[in-house]
């Protein structure tokens, strides 16, 4: 890893010297623009939105635009003379318990190395921070920009995670959740089983990316000319949810089957009830709908007999007809 930033933290009278590593990377899948015909990439220019000419990159400078709609341009110097821009400190404001620090507030993460010159003094920082039960909270200056953060242990490695600040935390009442009342106990109870049944430890490995493989396995494909293989749809629950009590015992039921739990098929009461009671009315309807089918069958064959003695008979004075005929014309 390269450092991205060397500096020293400092509590009380003891100073470590650090270099700064970003302790995470983005894996996501990147695309290019490219030309559809040729596949060649997409280039832009920057160009002036007054004069519509190009502008190189040594001309362009930041602005920062007014609420009223004014554009006030920022050179290098004025951003120099900014606060603490370049501050190489890490300085501890305090140590505080981790839990009274909202989850929210938490942004990157960074592993703080120690300079050779330091590694007993990091040791002290990284010890100290353990037995307390502790974090530190610091302030730090990265790219140009003041920031709070705290010092945490992961690893044996001490981590810099910077914080935002409380006003970047948007309120939680600009969410409109409706009538959204509170749930029964019948449904907390059936909830709670739930919660039972997915309970477990975490364990990353069990998670994967798989929109990550599927895209280098579909970039491969189209390197190498092999097959498309499409990925096997997810199974559709058709069974119809008739309540939230009906949802959350089968979701109960599936997670018990995951796991190689038996399960026992509930059939509710009512249904059973109703089965129960139409089985004699359907008994009698069939009992009464067999003997109208005999006569029916039996009447049908009759008329089928008739016809075809009919159909015989019809057949055998055409034939008599013919050969009398014929012996006349003999004759």
Request: charge should be negative.
């Amino acid at each position: 890893m390269r450092a991205m930033w060397k500096g020293a933290v400092s509590f009380g009278l003891v100073n470590v010297p650090v270099k700064l590593y970003s302790a995470t990377e983005n894996h996501d899948i990147s695309f290019r623009q490219v030309h559809r015909a040729d596949g060649g990439q997409i280039r832009y220019q920057r160009v002036c939105s007054v004069c519509g000419d190009v502008v190189a990159f040594d001309d362009v400078a930041k602005g920062y635009e007014t609420p009223d709609g004014q554009m006030v341009v920022l050179t290098d110097e004025d951003l120099a003379a900014l606060p603490n821009q370049s501050s190489k400190e890490v300085a501890v404001a305090k140590f505080v318990p981790a839990g009274q620090i909202d989850p929210m507030l938490f942004d990157k993460p960074y592993y703080l190395e120690p300079e050779k010159a330091a590694t007993k003094a990091y040791a002290l920082l990284r010890d100290a921070l353990l037995a307390a039960d502790r974090v530190a909270l610091v302030t730090v200056s990265i790219r140009q920009r003041m920031t709070m953060a705290v010092l945490r242990v992961h690893d044996d490695v001490i981590v810099l995670q910077t914080l935002m600040w409380p006003d970047e935390i948007r309120a939680a009442d600009q969410v409109n959740l409706g009538d959204t009342g509170h749930a029964s106990d019948k449904e907390l109870a059936m909830a709670s089983m739930l919660v039972d049944s997915l309970s477990g430890d975490y364990d990353p490995a069990e998670f994967e990316d798989d929109y990550a493989g599927a895209v280098a396995a579909l970039v491969d494909s189209k390197v190498t000319g092999a097959a498309v293989i499409e990925a096997p749809a997810a199974a559709a629950d058709t069974g119809e949810v008739v309540d939230l009590l009906e949802a959350l015992q089968r979701s109960v039921d599936r997670a018990k089957a995951a796991r190689g739990e038996p399960v026992t098929p509930a059939v509710p009461a009512a249904s059973s009830a109703a089965s129960a009671a139409a089985a004699p009315a359907q008994r009698a309807a069939a009992a009464k709908t067999t003997p109208a089918k005999t006569a029916a069958t039996k009447a049908t064959a009759a008329k089928t007999a008739a016809a075809k003695t009919t159909a015989a008979k019809t057949t055998a004075a055409k034939t008599a007809a013919t050969k009398k005929t014929a012996t006349r014309k003999a004759g």
